[in-house]
T-cell receptor, first 109, second 116 residues
């Protein structure tokens, strides 16, 4: 079957760095997405990886290892506004997104 | 670019009534639109996939006669919750992508439905 695993909740300190891991199993693979979702709002796109390696975009970076079925989202210089849920989603061979349950990130001062 | 709107953003209705939610791609043509439902503290659950001009494909467990989807144009899809009940209260989110093999989905802001 198809499955996405990510931690339910993480806590970090303002100004620090946090890494949110995601493992996936899908029927075929057409890329890995990370979305940010603030409470009561729709998800917003953060990153897309389809090749192995690290993609850096400002304070946020995303890494993919296709052979390991593994990705992580790295957030640097954490700000209070980064408190949100972070959703990992893998795209299968039919270009359908398989969603993880999301990781709730709590930022403490 | 790639803006998706939803209307209404919030709706409260009585049990037994029907509610229509619109999803529009404002600056691009969306070949495919998706309808998701999200209950509190849970992840997105795909309800159905709709392609312009054809019938929607519903996920297992989603009643197609209860959740009517119409994708009449490349910029508009509608979801009608018929005979709504309190258990249908949820956050409904649409997303759109440009082509069948396009990677990124662009999400609308969501519609919060409360059925009394």
């Amino acid at each position: 079957g198809q499955n996405i695993d990510q931690p339910t909740e993480m806590t970090a300190t303002e100004g620090a760095i946090v890494q949110i891991n995601c493992t996936y199993q899908t029927s075929g693979f057409n890329g890995l997405f990370w979305y940010q979702q603030h409470a009561g709002e729709a998800p917003t796109f953060l990153s897309y990886n389809v090749l192995d390696g690290l993609e850096e975009k400002g304070r946020f970076s995303s890494f993919l290892s296709r052979s390991k079925g593994y990705s992580y989202l790295l957030l640097k210089e954490l700000q209070m506004k980064d408190s949100a849920s972070y959703l990992c989603a893998a795209m299968d061979s039919n270009y359908q997104l398989i969603w993880g349950a999301g990781t709730k990130l709590i930022i403490k001062p | 670019g790639a803006v998706v709107s939803q209307h209404p953003s919030r709706v409260i209705c009585k049990s037994g009534t029907s509610v229509k939610i619109e999803c529009r791609s404002l600056d691009f043509q969306a070949t495919t639109m998706f309808w998701y439902r999200q209950f509190p503290k849970q992840s997105l659950m795909l309800m159905a996939t709709s392609n312009e001009g054809s019938k929607a494909t519903y996920e297992q467990g989603v009643e197609k006669d209860k959740f009517l989807i119409n994708h009449a144009s490349l910029t508009l899809s509608t979801l009608t919750v018929t005979s709504a009940h309190p258990e249908d209260s949820s956050f409904y989110i649409c997303s759109a992508r440009v082509g069948a093999e396009s990677e990124t989905q662009y999400f609308g802001p969501g519609t919060r439905l409360l059925v009394l």
